[in-house]
Nanobody, 126 residues
Framework: QVQLVESGGGLGQAGGSLRLSCAAS????????MAWFRQAPGKEREFVSA????????YYADVVKGRFTISRDNAKNTVYLQMNSLKPEDTAVYYC???????????????????WGQGTQVTVSS
């Protein structure tokens, strides 16, 4: 229903910055929230950040709060993740996710999202 394409991943250095982009297409007329999750090798997928579409309210995992910023561009149906002060432990595959409007207000749980991007690799060297 909603197609998501991530870009902007690559190799960064500790203390540096990267910006990820996620462009959405398809049935985007009723978006409740969009989010970023990440998964490192041998680890489970974890919540990174989310933004509610109507209110622009933002949510962050404690480990990235103060370093990462999520934002949106409604005209382009695009969500961004600005990653500053990168750490080696930020190394992971980052996934963009889309949540359609529903009776659930949950945004930090992966199962709440019905559409996912293919993922983009972020590697942070020390």
């Amino acid at each position: 229903q909603v197609q998501l394409v991530e870009s902007g991943g690559g190799l960064g250095q500790a203390g540096g910055s990267l910006r990820l982009s996620c462009a959405a297409s398809g049935r985007t007329f009723s978006t409740y929230a969009m989010a970023w999750f990440r998964q490192a090798p041998g680890k489970e997928r974890e919540f990174v950040s989310a933004i509610r579409w109507s209110s622009s309210s933002t949510y962050y995992a404690d480990v990235v709060k103060g370093r990462f910023t999520i934002s949106r561009d409604n005209a382009k149906n695009t969500v961004y993740l600005q990653m500053n002060s990168l750490k080696p432990e930020d190394t992971a595959v980052y996934y963009c996710a889309h949540k359609a409007s529903s009776f659930s207000y949950l945004v930090r749980i992966a199962s709440e999202y019905e559409s996912w991007g293919q993922g983009t690799q972020v590697t942070v060297s020390s």
